[in-house]
């Protein structure tokens, strides 16, 4: 890149031959210094991001099967984060509506995210953990807060700790300052700002990378206020969110148009890539995707521009070589079957009656609840109209009956 | 006739306004009386009572640790008279402030005193080694505490340009120096002396920076050098308890028959760890074998070592693909450590591990902070008949998996001092002194998080007042709040195995108090949303008694000018 700029600044000044020369010394002798530089850098890598685990929050919240485009939008991303490193146990997939088996859809099995049906994003081995009705704004927050109750699996809780960097990826209906879950509900920019609060007084995260997609997503970063978050909207306040293409086989829109293009951009991306948050936040200019796509970057502490893509797309590891070893000498104690022998059951066993049909032949008719007598209702009603008779005058009776 | 009836109908016109009057003043009465405080007292939330005056105090803390040392003079070390003087004890005190709301005081309570002739005895073997055994043999010292024995510069129980050696239990043997020798006074030996003791406590107690690592849930780390951060990065944090699993990969399962006896070396070498550590925490360990499972990375075939290698820039992707694959058996939240043992293939055997430096390793194995280690182990897979029959060598396995399990869990070795040598760890792989360290750094670790938590937590429910707090989470936090002031009272006295006791009940309890599924605050009402919802309910109700009330006030401020007009 500075040998670009070199030329092309070329172009202006008139004694250009000595800066040629340069450049070609400089060709010459850049790679023998990147190589020296890149065994400090990556050294100096193990200490600059502070993270040693990697997770993934990727919600969708709408159902119905015109919402297509926002299953489209959170499997994409799904698949960028699990093709860069992120296991499914590091992940936590909420989809509000199950468009790849949905009675709709011509292809079931599949949910495209291009037309043509280029990619099927859905993919072999995709892991949701919170599905359909179990997307609620609670569900959300506790897994947020990690408020849980006590009988759920690991695999629906976010186990994240003081160096884990977690990506969080909304989409769905949108307004200014909501985000409407399941038709029926919606959070508020100040629940989802409390909520990352609360997160970062247990510590519960290093770095946090919040991303939405929905229309006036911008209105819901604006209330954050804990240290090391970075926010990326796709559109400003009082802006629409625009959807990308239909595509007529499927008959929906496949996308929307900031997912399409981050999900464009993430395709470049590999585990080892070096690329930095200032690219992604140039992902779909106002040409391409309409609305203006916004970000907020003052909470965060390192400087976007050496924050690379994969410190929370991806799961890139630290390792560290083991140089100690410990001389084991004393031998090993094979240890003898200590496990108890259970005595052999020699009862005999045999299957419940399956159907008593005695039983149920000679069976009193159920208890039904008590209601009250069908002429309750009536009764009460002529008493109502016999005392109003009575206090406005017994004469107004005869034209009722 | 007409006066009687229009005076009749005057005198019903006023008894009936009279009575309004008192039915509109009633009515007045009974909302404001009873039906105000009956809204008030069924729409508010039900909030147990909490010790938020001694929250408030938690959120000062003030750390006192106290360790107790023993200084034991032998023959040789001190003069005829300067042993007649020694005091019996003497305390030294250093004071830090980390911040504004946490302050530290370490507490060296030292006692002096003179070899017995059965520790003279023991001190008189030929290595240091064995001269520690026996000092053991003859006394027991308590969690926490340090003794240092004095031997004189002519003793060759130390080896050449060795002033410490620390042992295996709590005691070290420090080689008095020159100034001992020559006539000086009793101040200034104990002086020298004290150097040195500062430097033993520091390796086998807790350094001040280990401290305020440990503190770093309170404390914002700020600028702290590489290391520190590598090392808090490293190890996990305090956790109840941890999942331990040891995993066999075997990517070409028709040319190897593996066979590791994984029970046996873990009951001979891991187990005797996890028992010694079992005031830390929980462990459970299983294991498993897995076929077909190949690392993510191409490893380059190296014509210099006539083998594959791995270089160390890509073993950061080597983890993933493998990962997700281990599965977890887990049914608890506890962290995860996992200790993967590859046995490469035969086409890409022998495979050897190198560093930036391009040079072998010679352990063969790497570990990731807060995941766990992975070992490759290289088979002769020479045989005629396929698979070979291969046993694997658990001793070497196990010596490169303890001591990156002990890395792990933090029992970190940093680089002693100059002068210092520190002996082998002995057959539970861990010694005394490094257990105490551990639970230093661990009990301070659990103080500093449960008081963050529990003040975090008191703070929260504050701010939002629609949170219902149930019986059970006051409890809870109440007796947190109980066990923080016993253990941070166990840590002044300096009983090491009793602070970690209930610094881990503590934190238990501040996080289940903390992360009680009912404390979730889902009720956002902005102030426009609460009057759209009461003013249907209020309103009409309100206003007829409102405008009563304001004519019978005006007629009260008219009646004295009418009575006076009449009067005119």
């Keep these: ?223 954050f206020y804990s240290p090391n978050i970075m926010a990326l909207a796709s559109s400003q306040v009082g802006e629409d969110s625009l959807s990308h293409q239909p595509d007529l086989a499927i008959g929906v829109h496949l996308m929307d148009r900031y997912t399409f293009y981050l999900l464009e951009f993430l395709e470049d991306i590999h ?58 000498t004393a031998p090993m104690v094979h240890l003898e079957d200590t496990r108890p022998v259970r005595e052999l059951r020699t009862e005999i066993q045999t299957y419940m009656d399956q159907l008593p049909v005695a039983e ?42 | 006739m007409k006066l009687k009836i229009v005076f009749k109908l005057r005198y019903l016109w006023m008894f009936f306004r009279h009575r309004g009057r008192l039915a509109a003043l009633a009515i007045a009465a009974v909302v404001i009386a009873v039906g105000v405080p009956l809204w008030w007292k069924t729409t508010e939330t039900y909030r147990a009572w909490l010790p938020v005056a001694q929250i408030n105090e938690l959120a000062q803390l003030q750390l ?76 027991e010292s308590p ?32 080689r008095a120096g020159g100034q001992m020798r020559v006539a000086v006074a009793l101040k200034e030996v104990l002086a020298s002396l004290e150097t040195w003791i500062k430097q033993v406590l520091q390796v086998m107690s807790f350094s001040h920076g280990d401290i305020t690592a440990a503190l770093s849930d309170r404390v914002r780390p700020g600028d702290r050098s590489r290391e520190g951060l590598a090392d808090s990065m490293r190890a996990f944090k305090s956790s109840p308890g941890y999942e331990i699993t040891f995993s066999l990969l075997n990517p070409d399962p028709t040319s190897h028959l593996l066979h590791w006896d994984v029970e046996a070396a873990i009951s001979s070498y891991i187990q005797p760890l996890l028992s010694k550590m079992a005031p830390v925490a929980n462990f459970s360990i299983d294991s498993q074998i897995l076929y077909y499972a190949v690392l993510g990375v191409n490893p380059r075939y190296d014509p210099t070592l006539n083998a594959y290698t ?54 063969n194995a790497f570990s990731s902070p807060r995941w766990g280690g992975i070992m490759v182990y290289n088979v002769n897979a020479s045989g005629t008949e396929l698979p070979v029959d291969v046993h694997i060598d658990m001793r070497r396995v196990m010596g490169v998996f303890l001591p990156q399990l002990r890395l792990m869990l933090g029992v970190q070795s940093a680089a002693p001092p100059p002068g210092f040598l520190i002996g082998p760890c002995g057959n539970a792989g861990l010694a005394d002194w490094e257990l105490d360290r551990l639970m230093w750094t661990r009990s301070v670790e659990n ?76 009720l956002y009402f902005p102030d426009d949303q609460k009057f759209a919802i009461y003013i249907p309910l209020f309103l009409p109700m309100c206003v007829p008694i409102l405008l009563s009330l304001l004519k019978m006030a005006s007629e009260v401020r008219q009646r004295p000018g009418q009575g006076q007009a009449k009067k005119d």
């Design chain 1, 271 to 328: 585990p080892s890539s070096t690329t930095n948050m200032k690219d992604l936040f140039k992902v779909c200019p106002k040409s391409q995707c309409v609305s203006t796509p916004g970000h907020r970057t003052d909470l965060f502490l390192r400087d976007p521009g050496s924050v690379l893509i994969t410190d929370f797309f991806g799961s890139v590891r630290k390792v560290e070589i083991t140089t100690d070893t410990i001389n084991l």
């Design chain 2, 143 to 174: 969690s926490g505490s340090v003794v240092i024995y004095v031997v004189p510069e002519s003793s060759t129980v130390l080896p050449e340009g060795v002033s410490v050696y620390v042992g295996q239990r709590r005691t070290a043997l420090l």
């Design chain 1, 1 to 223: 890149m500075g040998t670009a700029g070199v030329s092309a600044s070329c172009i202006n000044m008139a004694s250009c031959s000595s800066l040629k020369i340069l450049t070609l010394l400089s060709l010459f002798l850049s790679p023998t210094i990147v190589e020296t530089n890149n065994i400090e850098a990556k050294a100096g890598q193990f200490f600059s991001s502070g993270h040693t685990n990697n997770w993934a929050v990727l919600v969708c919240t709408s159902r119905f099967w015109f919402n297509y485009r926002h299953v489209a939008n959170t499997l994409s991303v799904y698949r960028s984060v699990k093709r860069l490193g992120i296991p499914d146990s590091h992940i936590v997939l909420m989809l509000a509506d199950d468009m790849a088996c949905n009675h709709r859809n011509p292809k079931p099995a599949t949910v495209f995210s291009h037309k043509n049906m280029e990619l099927n994003v859905y993919g072999d081995d995709v892991e949701v953990d919170y599905r359909g009705y179990e997307v609620t704004v609670e569900n959300f927050l506790r897994v947020l807060t990690g408020r849980l109750p006590p009988s759920t699996p690991r695999s629906k809780r976010l186990l994240s700790d003081d160096r884990s960097n977690i990506l969080i990826y909304l989409t769905g209906h949108g307004g200014n300052g909501f985000l409407k879950f399941q038709d029926s509900e919606e959070i508020s920019n100040v629940e989802l700002a409390d909520a990352f609060e609360q997160m970062w007084t247990k510590r519960r995260y290093n770095e946090l990378l919040f991303i939405i997609d929905t229309c006036q997503g911008a209105s819901m970063y604006e209330r």
């Design chain 1, 360 to 401: 149920i032949i000679h069976q009193k008719p159920k208890q039904k609840d008590w209601h009250p007598p069908d002429g309750f209702i009536l009764g009460l009603w002529t008493l109502i109209l016999l005392v109003f008779f009575k206090t406005y005058g017994i004469k107004h009776l005869k034209h009722i009956f």
């Design chain 2, 64 to 139: 006192q640790l106290s360790v107790e040392v023993e200084v034991v003079f032998s023959k040789g070390t001190l003069t005829a008279e300067h042993q007649k003087k020694i005091p019996p004890s003497n305390t030294r005190q250093e004071e830090h402030v980390v911040d504004e709301t946490t302050r530290l005081r370490y507490r060296y309570e030292t006692r002096y005193r003179t070899a017995t002739i059965m520790e003279e005895d023991a001190l008189n073997q030929s290595t240091a080694a064995e001269a520690d055994i026996s000092l053991h043999m003859l006394s």
């Design chain 2, 310 to 363: 791995l270089n160390a820039d890509s073993l950061s992707h080597v983890i993933n693909p493998v990962e997700a694959r281990l599965g977890s058996s887990a049914a608890s939240s506890n962290p995860v450590l996992n200790f993967l043992l590859y046995v490469p293939d035969s086409r890409h055997s022998p495979l050897h591990i190198t560093d930036h430096r391009r040079h072998t390793v010679p352990s």
């Design chain 2, 447 to 522: 103080v500093a998080t449960a008081t963050t938590t529990i003040t975090s937590l008191a703070q929260l429910l504050d701010q939002i007042g629609n949170i219902v707090i149930n019986d059970n989470i006051a409890e809870q936090v109440s007796s947190a709040v109980a066990s923080l002031q016993l253990a941070v009272g166990q840590l002044e006295v300096g009983n090491l195995g009793l602070a970690m006791q209930y610094s881990k009940e503590a934190i238990l309890q501040s996080e289940r108090a903390f992360f009680d599924p009912s404390l979730l605050h889902l």
